[in-house]
């Protein structure tokens, strides 16, 4: 299994409160990316990062923040939870050469906004 | 934008029974194509990927998926599927010179001993 990291792996926390969710790497892979799962939706892309320092949205972004400042860390923030942000959380990372689109993906986050 | 399409959203099946897997994406130039596997409580490992060649592509536990490129499809397939191969299966396409897989919306597969 690729060596990816995701703490905290749960997570109960109160609407309006910060929660930041931590995704640490050990292949030095370029790509990284967030992932909310959820029921009927499959896998929805929140943000990515393709260096760092650099990041871009996804379909999903509002009400999310991330932040690289090292290549093997890339962290996902949400200012002020909110129930709707119930989910499990993905991180993924993925080579840039050779640029397959294989994925790998970590254990995921449990997190329950009340 | 590009999109993919699993056509199953739950599946039942009994032990021994055939397994097929519909996925479409919408992409018409160069393409790679992923199965991945989530069984329950985990999370998702590849389960087969087509880049070029032979259409036809064999991954673990028993599974492939062929490559129709006139139909822009990459059904999953499984001639006899056992209890353990319950879990949900998400299709996934990334076109050339993108960085970004788009993802189907997965298929929960019930296999019943």
């Known amino acids: 299994d690729a060596g990816i990291t995701q703490s905290p792996r749960h997570k109960v926390t109160e609407t309006g409160t910060p929660v930041t969710l931590r995704c640490h790497q050990t292949e030095n892979h370029r790509y990284m990316y967030w992932y909310r799962q959820d029921p009927g939706h499959g896998l929805r892309l929140i943000h990515y990062?393709?260096?760092?320092?650099?990041?871009d949205k996804g379909e999903v972004s509002d009400g999310y923040s991330v932040s690289r400042s090292k290549t093997e860390d890339f962290l996902l923030t949400l200012e002020s939870a909110t129930s709707s942000q119930t989910s499990v959380y993905f991180c993924a990372i993925s080579e840039s050469v050779p640029n397959t689109g294989e994925l790998f993906f970590g254990e995921g986050s449990r997190l329950t906004v009340l | 934008a590009q999109s993919v399409s699993q056509h199953n959203h739950h599946v039942i099946l009994s032990e021994a029974a055939s397994l097929e897997l519909g996925c479409n994406y919408s992409y018409g130039g160069t393409v790679n194509l992923f199965w991945y596997v989530q069984y329950p409580g985990q999370h998702l490992q590849l389960l087969l990927k087509?880049?070029?060649?032979?259409?036809l592509v064999k991954g673990i536990k028993g599974f492939e998926a062929e490559f129709i490129k006139s139909k822009f499809s990459f059904n999953l397939r499984k001639p006899s599927v056992q209890w353990s191969d319950t879990a949900e299966y998400f299709c996934a396409a990334q076109s050339g010179g993108s960085y970004i897989p788009t993802f189907g919306r997965g298929t929960s597969l019930i296999v019943h001993p």
């Open positions: 087509y880049f070029s060649g032979d259409p």
């Open positions: 990062s393709y260096g760092v320092k650099d990041t």
